[in-house]
Structure formats: structure tokens, C-alpha cells
């Protein structure tokens, strides 16, 4: 059981490392795509707001997809199309062939996202202990190394198919082979029973099949989950698109310091979820999320009042530190809420980090001019604040009782007071 544990972790770290890697290579050349296909600034936002309307599409047809196949199935293919998607775009020279390339990247993240992250759910709830933000922190490597590979490209002039391909034909065998060793939840729950070590876990499956069946009762439960995922991701998308501009336009940076903002929070989000697991073992996913949250609400209020380019600077490395755990956890306490139906739960939540990033960048940018950029970063920072209110959710079982106490579900009695 142990090794068949540690291939399956293993390979599906890879995978969120290949998919940090490819979503880079993409966001960080929007400029030479503009420029290869005559995208006008006019039609630009048509096409990058395609992308993650097309990816919550995927992740609603997983969902269903997954009642008849396997999520380790579909991450095995998707991910090869997400690859070649990426290839497209680099390769094509007409609008079309750009629309049709950017749908197929759209449709397929969607379906990768939602089955990279049941699979992480399921393996975290066999194991135990809290491995979510590990895999997290791979996509967060993934994205430091597409962005620098994306750098040299643009620093040697490379045209997008030249600086994709290589990475296309390493990532693309890799990732194919190492789906071999994915471990799906029934086939995890199953070792987890031989290994005699969930009690608890027929009881889990039948309340969480019974609360799939009442759309009405998911989605109430798992409301409070779905606007913390938007709140995240609206702070994830401020950041990703508008540190360079804030940095230079309201601090007075030069250009090449302004390109720096995005690769400290890159980094910190990596620092902060290589060590976030440990957190959540010993003090629990409650306290981490609230954490998390005051950090990233610190960082804005930094960015915010700051008089200079390095004090902002710090602001976004605090964005990284405290961001960075709020998506894994979510996912996680998705599976718990749910543990007979996670599949059916992590698809739904994974629809409102498409729904964060959309609305993120357009309202900060629509309040920058209205308003000024200053104002405009208090915004996300109210948002993500107000996770804190949610904090409970994450816990092994909300406070249902109203006397303030968690109750651990039927599963996690001896696992430790974390549930995890």
C-alpha cells in the first residue's frame, strides 16, 4: 500500500507541476500572442475571458464525466490536450486557428483542474494528515519555471513555437508515463479499508451520497466554500495582472523592477505551501485559513498605503505568504464536507476560480480608473477579509450545534484532532 501511496503522490505532484509550467508559458506571453496574431487591445480581453468561461464549462462536464469515468482517466488525457493546446497557439498564424487553440486549452484546464484536485483530495483523505498544499506547492514551482523559461524566450526572441515545443515534448511523455501511477479515491479507499484504518468510512459514504442527491443541500453547504475560492482567486488575478502596472505607474518603478512583484509572490506562494502542510497538522486548517487571510489582507493594505516601489514590494510578498494556502485548503475541506461525493463537490467549487479570475481584474481595473489604483487595492483586501467569516467551514465538522465546539466526523475519530 505504501508504494502504491507514494507513486500515485508522486506522479500527481508532477502533474500539477507540468500544468503550473504550461499555465505560465501561456499567461506570461499574452503580448507575443497579441502580437503574432494581430490581436487588437480592443478584442484582447474577448479572447483571455474565453479561456476561464470554457474552463468552467470543463469542470461542469467532469463533473457528470466522472459518474462514468475514472478522474485519473480524464487527468490522463486532458492534460496531453492542455500540451498540445499550448503547442497550437504557438504554431498557428490565423485568428481562428488562435480561437480554436485557446477553446481546446479552455475546455481541457477545466477538466485537469477538477480531476487534478479530486485525486488530491481522495490520496489526502487516505493518508490521513494535510497533503494538499504539497501539491499545490509544485503547481506554484511549475509556474516559477514556465515564467522564467517564457522570460528567455522573450529575452532571446524566440518565436512562441520555438520556446513551447521543447517543453511541450519533455512534459507531454513525462506526464503521459506518470499517469500510470494515479490513484483514484475508490481504488485509495480501498487500501485504506485492507490497511483497516476507516471505520468510519461506509457511514461517510452513504451521508455524503445522501447529500448529493439534494442540489439544493450541496450548494448551501458548500456556498460558504464557493466565495472563499472567488474571494482568493479575485486577489490571485489582482496581483497576476496588475503588480507590473501598479509597481511602475502609482510607485514609480522603473520597468525592470516592475516585473519583479509577480515573481516574489510566485515564490512566497511556493515557500508559503511547502511548509503550510505542517501547519495544518499541527494547529489545524481553521487557524491556517485565518491566518492566511489576515496576511493577505495585510499585504494589500501595504501595497495600498505604500509611499515607494520596495515597500510595495513587501506588500506583495505578503499576497504570496497568505494567499497561497486559502485554494488548497478549500478543495480540501470540500472532500471533507463530502467524503462520499468530493468528485461531485470539488467540479461545482472549481467553477468559482474561473468566476474569481474573471471578476477580478476587470473590477480592479474598472476602480483604478474610476477611482485610483491606491482605493482600488482595498477592495480584494475587504474581499479576502471576509473569509474569515467562513473559517469555520473548514474544520473536520462545522459547528452545527451552536455552542461554539467542533465535532469530528465519524471518519476522522482517530486520525487526530485536525481530521486530517
Known sequence: MTDVLRRGRASLAFS??????????????????????????????????AVPILAGVGSVTTEQLVK?????????WSQPVVLLALLGVGSGDRLVELGVALGAFGLAVGALDASMNMLGVSLQRTYGRSIMLGFH????????????????????????????????????????????????????????????????????????KGQAE?????????????????????GDSTVS???AKYLQDVLGSSEQLATVPYNVYMVMTLVGRAVGDFGVRRFGAVA??????????????????????????????LLGLG???????TFAAAGR??????????????IFNYVGFLIGSPLVGALGDAWNYRGAMLVPMVLVLATLGYARSFAPEPDRYGDGHERPRTADVGRGSNGL
Not at 462514468?68 to 490522463?76: A, G, K, Q, V, W
Not at 511523455?173 to 485492507?194: H, K, N, Q, T
Not at 492566511?292 to 499585504?299: E, F, N, P, Q, S
Not at 464536507?337 to 472549481?350: E, Q, W
Open 288 to 317: 491556517v485559513v485565518r491566518l492566511g487571510a489576515v496576511v493577505a489582507a495585510l499585504g494589500f493594505a501595504v501595497v495600498a498605503v505604500a509611499p515607494g516601489a520596495w515597500v510595495g514590494m513587501l506588500g506583495f510578498t
Open 337 to 350: 464536507l463530502f467524503p462520499g461525493a468530493s468528485d461531485a463537490a470539488i467540479a461545482r467549487l472549481n
Open 214 to 234: 439534494s442540489g439544493a443541500l450541496v450548494f448551501r453547504l458548500l456556498l460558504p466554500l464557493c466565495l472563499v475560492m472567488t474571494f482568493a482567486y479575485i
Open 68 to 76: 462514468r469515468i475514472r478522474p485519473s482517466r480524464l487527468l490522463r
Open 16 to 49: 500539477f507541476f507540468a500544468q503550473g509550467a504550461t499555465f505560465a508559458l501561456l499567461v506570461t506571453r499574452i503580448p507575443a500572442i497579441q502580437d503574432r496574431y494581430g490581436v487588437s487591445d480592443a478584442l484582447l480581453p474577448a479572447f483571455l475571458a
Open 137 to 208: 506547492a509544485t503547481y506554484s514551482l511549475g509556474g516559477i519555471v514556465g515564467a522564467s523559461l517564457a522570460w528567455v524566450g522573450a529575452h532571446w526572441h524566440l518565436s512562441l513555437f520555438v520556446s513551447y515545443l521543447p517543453v511541450v515534448l519533455v512534459l507531454l511523455p513525462a506526464a503521459f508515463v506518470g499517469s500510470r501511477w494515479y490513484v483514484d479515491g475508490d481504488a485509495a479507499s480501498g487500501l485504506e479499508a485492507d490497511a483497516g484504518t476507516d471505520a468510519g468510512g461506509v457511514v461517510d459514504a452513504a451521508a455524503g
Open 323 to 329: 494567499l497561497c494556502v486559502l485554494v488548497p485548503q
Open 241 to 243: 495582472n496588475w503588480s
